[in-house]
């Protein structure tokens, strides 16, 4: 892999650039510094490609950080590049002077470190390349983990939901069966009352034909 393959790196917090290198001149520094601008703020990779040559972004927590590589290099050591700038990165100046630094006033400081950087990426592409595409492939895993995780959280719910309704069932069927019990009685007293009322008619009856039958209470 040639030198060129990494040809232009910057770090920025928004839109200001704090430190970059190159060991080229070129419009690619301007293009990049454009692309930039209209990057979203969300954390996230981008890669834009623009004549045989990408543009690589690794965006995190409001830093910026950025590759120019020929596109014949692929995307893994450019990524990996990136990753590896970011964690010097924010080793050196998380919580620190980072946050409050003005435009290109850690060239000094981080430059060099870019330049280091690049150069050990070209040197260890293969390396590079596999570690990168070991750490796509745990993202991947990750990814179905997380996806897994939540069916099963999905699942524990909908366990929920039915232990909710078996307990609303439960109730449900005890107020049934204490409305049967109160039902029961109730039509247990209306049979019992229903039972004096027809033999009290009866005996009324018998009276009404003794009484008639021997004109009074006295037969003979």
């Avoid at 893994?76 to 970011?86: D, G, H, I, S, Y």
């Avoid at 280091?116 to 991947?140: F, W």
């Avoid at 078996?166 to 005890?174: C, F, G, I, M």
Wanted: charged share 25%; glycine share 6%.
């Amino acid at each position: 892999m040639g030198q060129q393959s990494l040809i232009y790196s910057f770090v920025a917090r928004g839109t200001v650039i704090l430190a970059e290198f190159t060991e080229f001149s070129g419009n690619f520094t301007a293009m990049a510094s454009q692309c930039l601008q209209k990057l979203p703020s969300s954390n996230n990779k981008f890669t834009y490609t623009c004549d045989n040559h990408t543009f690589n972004y690794l965006v995190e927590d409001g830093f910026t950080f950025c590759v120019v590589a020929v596109e014949s290099v692929g995307r893994q050591v450019p990524v990996a590049f990136l990753e590896r700038v970011k964690d010097d990165f924010i080793k050196r100046y998380s919580g620190g002077k980072a946050a409050t630094a003005v435009a290109h006033s850690l060239n000094k400081e981080f430059g060099p470190k870019l330049k280091e950087h690049m150069q050990y990426c070209v040197d260890h592409a293969d390396e590079v390349s596999k570690l990168a595409k070991i750490k796509d492939q745990v993202s991947e895993v990750k990814g179905v983990m997380m996806e897994n995780i939540d069916k099963v959280l999905d699942r524990g719910q909908k366990i929920e939901l039915l232990v909710d309704k078996t307990e609303d069932l439960r109730s449900q069927a005890q107020d049934f069966r204490s409305q049967g019990t109160k039902m029961r009685r109730k039509m247990w007293f209306q049979n019992m009352k229903i039972k004096l009322i027809v033999l009290g008619i009866i005996i009324a009856l018998i009276l009404i034909i003794v009484l008639s039958v021997c004109h009074g209470f006295k037969c003979t």
